[in-house]
């Protein structure tokens, strides 16, 4: 007899995780979505106007340096290479993102080889900051106050809804500065986009004879003893009904425009000044580019916290959201045949490609062990 397992959420995390189990011939895979589609928010679909693919939830770039997740989203897609060359619109003019020698170049109006450019800012840091305690003081330290207030004070405000100050230095890690003319958004070795977008390659990962999937149906906790297991990839605190207070997240509103012609000559550009309410505008026809058409369509994004009736983007991660976290973790370490797995299921900001490779990790280290001894997460929230 086959094993019944019940998976919540339809998106990159449930599905691949499905697939791998029922693979194996051993499972049988329930898969619940509260939404009225599959992939989650990497939910691409045809714009009914202009034909455009649209990236419904804000644009994903798939980049990864893991061969094993790039070679499994290739199994199911075909990928065309594509660079992310982001644009910033500051007070002092347009540069591009992440800030590298042309950034700085420009931005100083120098004309500076990279040993000069990386000893300019090292002159212009704050010398005072030996170890950053937040957003703010790590970006002085490493920046200056210049490059700082112009390209991430603002940008960072709109984006989380609090002070540089209050926010860990562990963010701005993730922004490289480079010191030579390379502008790729990205430092992975594999990057593209799936010619038909994210949707297809969701659908034939759960089409499959041993996967059902039920959507606009969203799973009930209290029907977890139907199945002999449960992998649940919505927000954790919503598995216990939110009965020690509600974790927090950032949700990102957006505002939809159609013009003709190419808008702003480029897929992204972000928008650092605070009084600029939208952090950036996305130009979806650039997505695809081996694509033509005449019209396009753009969206300005908004970021604010989410509301219980909003869709979860951004876990804040803040100290009192990580205190409320560990108490939301012992609760499901001690529930049995349930596993939380996913940005939401464990309350961390990843990209899809960490997904995909923790959901394979999960699947081998599962299907090692005996169903009874399968883990609470698929990586520590902590």
Not at 315 to 338: C, F, G, H, S, W
Request: charged share 25%.
């Amino acid at each position: 007899m086959k094993h019944k397992i019940a998976i919540a959420g339809a998106g990159f995390a449930g599905a691949v995780l499905a697939r791998e189990l029922v693979e194996t011939g051993d499972f049988q895979v329930t898969v619940f979505d509260e939404r009225d589609h599959i992939a989650g928010n990497c939910f691409t679909k045809r714009d009914d106007e202009t034909g455009i693919l649209l990236h419904q939830y804000g644009p994903h770039i798939f980049n990864t340096s893991r061969k094993d997740v790039w070679d499994y989203v290739n199994r199911w897609s075909e990928f065309v290479p594509f660079v992310n060359r982001v644009k910033a619109v500051t007070r002092e003019g347009v540069f591009s993102m992440p800030i590298n020698l042309l950034t700085i170049n420009q931005y100083f109006k120098k004309k500076m080889n990279p040993q000069e450019a990386e000893d300019f800012l090292k002159n212009l840091s704050k010398k005072n900051i030996s170890e950053p305690q937040n957003f703010e003081e790590q970006a002085l330290k490493f920046l200056g106050s210049a490059l700082y207030k112009s390209f991430f004070y603002g940008y960072t405000k709109k984006q989380w809804g609090v002070e540089p100050q209050e926010l860990p230095a562990s963010i701005l890690k993730r922004l490289p500065v480079r010191f030579n003319y390379d502008d790729n958004y990205y430092n992975q070795k594999y990057q593209g986009l799936p010619v038909e977008g994210y949707t297809p390659i969701v659908q034939k990962i759960l089409k499959h004879d041993d996967i059902e999937v039920r959507l606009k149906q969203k799973f009930k906790p209290q029907e977890k003893d139907l199945y002999h297991h449960v992998f649940w990839s919505g927000p954790i605190d919503s598995y216990f009904e939110f009965k020690l207070g509600r974790l927090r997240y950032r949700t990102l509103k957006f505002e939809k425009f159609v013009a003709q012609g190419d808008f702003q000559g480029n897929p992204v550009i972000n928008y650092c000044e605070a009084e600029v309410p939208y952090t950036r505008i996305t130009e979806h026809k650039h997505f695809s580019p081996w694509e033509t058409h005449e019209k396009t369509v753009c969206f300005k994004e908004y970021s604010d916290f989410a509301k219980p009736e909003d869709t979860p983007y951004y876990p804040l991660r803040l100290p009192e959201d990580l205190t409320l976290l560990k108490k939301y973790v012992e609760l499901a370490e001690q529930e049995n045949k349930v596993t939380f797995i996913g940005r939401l299921g464990t309350y961390r900001y990843l990209d899809m490609h960490v997904v995909i490779g923790e959901s394979l990790d999960l699947a081998k280290v599962c299907l090692s062990k005996n169903i009874s001894d399968w883990p609470s997460f698929s990586q520590s929230p902590l």
